[in-house]
């Protein structure tokens, strides 16, 4: 299994901006679809967005929808998620997620059994 770690999490205000990485390692990270997660306290962890290995086209959760972008770069091993206009409900533990599967039904990218390999999440927290 591939190894990640985010980084990029922070505190923000309402209307900021937000960048988070994951940077992926022991495995051949072209290879992998990757995706965002999020779980806020008392709330079950929820797809934000993916990206496939391959064409690498994405999908979105519908409270992220352009307001956020995910992005991979697979010379530096990386998958980022861009977070515009960043709202107090964005408040949240963020995961990244990976797996080897290719996705044939855009359905696939928001199940999280889905994933095999996870990161140890990065906090969000955007203030009013």
């Known amino acids: 299994q591939v190894q990640l770690v985010e980084s990029g999490g922070g505190l923000a205000q309402a209307g900021g901006s937000l960048r988070l990485s994951c940077a992926a390692s022991?495995?051949?990270?072209?290879?992998?679809?990757m995706a965002w997660f999020r779980q806020a306290p008392g709330k079950e962890r929820e797809f934000v967005a993916g990206i496939s290995r391959g064409s690498g086209s994405t999908y979105y959760a519908d409270s992220v929808k352009g307001r956020f972008t995910i992005s991979r770069d697979n010379a530096k091993n990386t998958v980022y998620l861009q977070m515009n206009s960043l709202k107090p409900e964005d408040t949240a533990v963020y995961y990244c997620?990976?797996?080897?599967?290719?996705?044939?039904?855009?359905?696939?990218?928001?199940?999280?059994?889905?994933?095999?390999?996870w990161g140890q999440g990065t906090q969000v927290t955007v203030s009013s």
């Open positions: 997620a990976a797996t080897p599967r290719i996705f044939l039904r855009v359905q696939l990218f928001s199940r999280s059994n889905e994933y095999d390999s």
């Open positions: 022991g495995g051949t990270f072209s290879r992998y679809t």
